[in-house]
C-alpha cells in the first residue's frame, strides 16, 4: 500500500533525506543524492504510466550496477508513449517476456491483447540468465529481432529457444504462422553489469528510427545512464515523496 506524504517543500525536508529536498533539485543533484546514499529507503521519486520508480530503482543507474525491470519498463514505455498513436508501437513489459522465455508461459487482458494483435511493431525486453537482451517484434511480417550485446555468437544460442517460446504468446494472440528470429549487429558490453543499459540504447534506436548503434564506450554508456535518469525524473509528470 502505497501512503502519500504530499509534494516535497523546503521546511520540512524529505524526512528520509535529512537536509534534501527533492521536488526543489535537479536531476543531477537528485541523482547524486540517492547514488552516493548507502540504503535505499523506498521512496517513490515519480510515476511513469503505471512504473513507479523508486530511489532504490533509480540506484540500479548508477555505474557498475545492473539496471532492474522497474528503469528498463519505464524507459521503454516512456519512448512508446510519446510516439503518435498510428505508428503502432505496443510494448510488453519484461516480467511478461522474462516469464515467457523462462516458464513457456504469458498472459495478456483483453485491452493488451487487442492492442497487441493490431500493432505494427511489438517491443520490449527480456531477462534471461541475468543478462537483458532487446526484442522488436514484426506481427505483419511474422519476424523477431534480437538485440544482444554479447554478441552474435551468444545469440546464437538462445535464438531456437526465444522462438519457440514466443510462438506460445501466438497462439494466445492469435497471431500463428511461420515466424523466423534473426540477431542483429549491435554494439557489444565490455562488462558483466551494462546489458540493461546497452539494452535500452538499442530500446531508444529502434523506437526513434534511428540506427543502432555498433559501439558504446564506457564514457557512453556511463552518459546515458545519466541520460536514463533524467529522462525518467525529468517527463514522469509526478514528483512526490511517498513510502511504500
Known amino acids: 500500500m502505497i501512503k502519500d506524504f504530499g509534494v516535497c517543500t523546503d521546511v520540512p525536508r524529505c524526512f528520509d533525506y535529512p537536509d534534501f529536498c527533492f521536488t526543489n533539485s535537479t536531476p543531477n543533484e537528485m541523482l547524486k543524492k540517492i547514488w552516493n546514499t548507502d540504503e535505499a529507503v523506498g521512496i517513490i521519486i515519480c510515476c511513469?504510466?503505471?512504473?513507479?520508480?523508486?530511489?532504490?530503482?533509480?540506484?540500479?543507474?548508477?555505474?557498475?550496477?545492473?539496471?532492474?525491470?522497474?528503469?528498463?519498463?519505464?524507459?521503454?514505455?516512456?519512448?512508446?508513449?510519446?510516439?503518435?498513436?498510428?505508428?503502432?508501437?505496443?510494448?510488453?513489459?519484461s516480467h511478461k517476456l522474462t516469464k515467457l522465455f523462462k516458464k513457456g508461459t504469458i498472459t495478456f487482458?483483453?485491452?493488451?491483447?487487442?492492442?497487441?494483435?493490431?500493432?505494427?511493431m511489438i517491443v520490449g525486453?527480456?531477462?534471461?540468465?541475468?543478462?537483458?537482451?532487446?526484442?522488436?517484434?514484426?506481427?505483419?511480417?511474422?519476424?523477431?529481432?534480437?538485440?544482444?550485446?554479447?554478441g552474435l555468437g551468444h545469440s546464437a544460442g538462445v535464438e531456437t529457444d526465444i522462438l519457440q517460446k514466443w510462438r506460445v504468446a501466438c497462439k494466445i494472440l492469435d497471431l500463428d504462422g511461420s515466424w523466423k528470429i534473426s540477431s542483429q549487429i549491435s554494439a557489444m558490453q565490455e562488462d558483466t553489469v551494462s546489458c540493461g543499459a546497452f539494452c535500452l540504447s538499442?530500446?531508444?534506436?529502434?523506437?526513434l528510427g534511428e540506427p543502432v548503434k555498433k559501439a558504446l564506450s564506457k564514457r557512453d554508456v556511463a552518459d546515458f545512464r545519466l541520460k536514463i535518469g533524467h529522462a525518467i525524473i525529468e517527463k514522469s509528470g509526478k514528483n512526490k515523496c511517498q513510502t511504500s
Not at 110 to 120: A, N
Request: aromatic share 10%.
Open 48 to 93: 511513469i504510466d503505471r512504473f513507479y520508480i523508486t530511489d532504490g530503482d533509480l540506484k540500479t543507474l548508477k555505474s557498475g550496477k545492473q539496471l532492474n525491470d522497474q528503469v528498463i519498463d519505464a524507459y521503454i514505455c516512456q519512448l512508446t508513449k510519446n510516439l503518435p498513436f498510428e505508428d503502432g508501437i505496443q510494448h510488453i513489459q
Open 125 to 150: 525486453a527480456c531477462n534471461i540468465n541475468s543478462h537483458w537482451m532487446f526484442l522488436v517484434i514484426y506481427p505483419a511480417l511474422k519476424e523477431v529481432k534480437l538485440y544482444n550485446s554479447l
Open 202 to 207: 538499442f530500446a531508444e534506436s529502434v523506437v
Open 109 to 120: 487482458g483483453v485491452k493488451e491483447k487487442k492492442s497487441l494483435q493490431s500493432s505494427k
